[in-house]
């Protein structure tokens, strides 16, 4: 299994990012996916989520209306479309596959794959 991440790039604040992760080697469309977040000397956090059909979404409290979550299961890609940046979003970002388990987890040990890092950079 593996997962592409891109899309990360430098924007000042108020811009707009588009991430894009690209899944191959498993059932794409039964794992529910996760995008986190880990900036340098903190914990990797959660930033949001999506089910395997797509039909269910979650987002950690800071993002809720900035960035929103979606996916293709025919292109076996999941985006993570970010408005509104902060300078607090700045970190590289990950996404992540449950293998096999179509809902969504907030908690990155339950999810069994994970992407290379893209770093996401918001300067003032």
């Known amino acids: 299994v593996q997962l592409q991440a891109s899309g990360g790039g430098q924007v000042q604040v108020g811009g707009s990012l588009r991430l894009s992760c690209v899944a191959s080697?498993?059932?794409?469309?039964?794992?529910?996916m996760g995008w986190f977040r880990q900036a340098p000397g903190k914990e990797r956090e959660f930033v949001a989520a999506i089910s395997g059909s797509g039909g269910t979404t979650y987002y950690e409290d800071s993002v809720k209306g900035r960035f929103t979550i979606s996916r293709d299961n025919v292109k076996n890609t999941v985006v993570l479309q970010m408005n509104s940046l902060k300078p607090e979003d700045t970190a590289a970002y990950y996404c992540a596959a449950r293998s096999r388990e179509l809902y969504i987890s907030i908690n990155p040990i339950t999810y069994d794959y994970w992407g290379q890092g893209t770093q996401v950079t918001v300067s003032s």
């Open positions: 080697g498993h059932t794409f469309s039964r794992s529910a």
